[in-house]
């Protein structure tokens, strides 16, 4: 949480299982907070949960390769393909 205080970024990358008591959905919901314009891009595994409705969120289903991820930062970014 204090990333999302300290850093701005264009697009927050995280696995919605996590170790402890917060999962990605949480952290994700507290870091849009601090900039409701955050775009997320969810990677999942396994997920217990049907993806919460975000605008500018994905959910990107595991494994993937490193140029999924890519497309996925220009589909939430809006950026075009080179």
């Given at each position: 949480?204090?990333?999302?205080?300290?850093?701005?970024?264009?697009?927050?990358?995280?696995d919605v299982k996590l170790p402890g008591?917060?999962?990605?959905?949480?952290?994700?919901?507290?870091?849009?907070?601090?900039?409701?314009?955050?775009?997320?891009?969810?990677?999942?595994?396994?997920?217990?949960?049907?993806?919460?409705?975000?605008?500018?969120?994905?959910?990107?289903?595991?494994?993937?390769?490193?140029?999924?991820?890519?497309?996925?930062?220009?589909?939430?970014?809006?950026?075009?393909?080179?």
């Open positions: 949480m204090e990333w999302c205080l300290r850093r701005a970024a264009d697009v927050l990358i995280t008591q917060v999962d990605g959905w949480q952290i994700a919901e507290r870091c849009r907070e601090h900039d409701p314009e955050l775009r997320v891009i969810y990677a999942t595994g396994f997920s217990p949960s049907a993806p919460r409705p975000v605008s500018g969120s994905l959910l990107l289903q595991k494994p993937y390769d490193p140029e999924q991820i890519v497309r996925a930062v220009r589909q939430v970014t809006g950026s075009p393909s080179p």
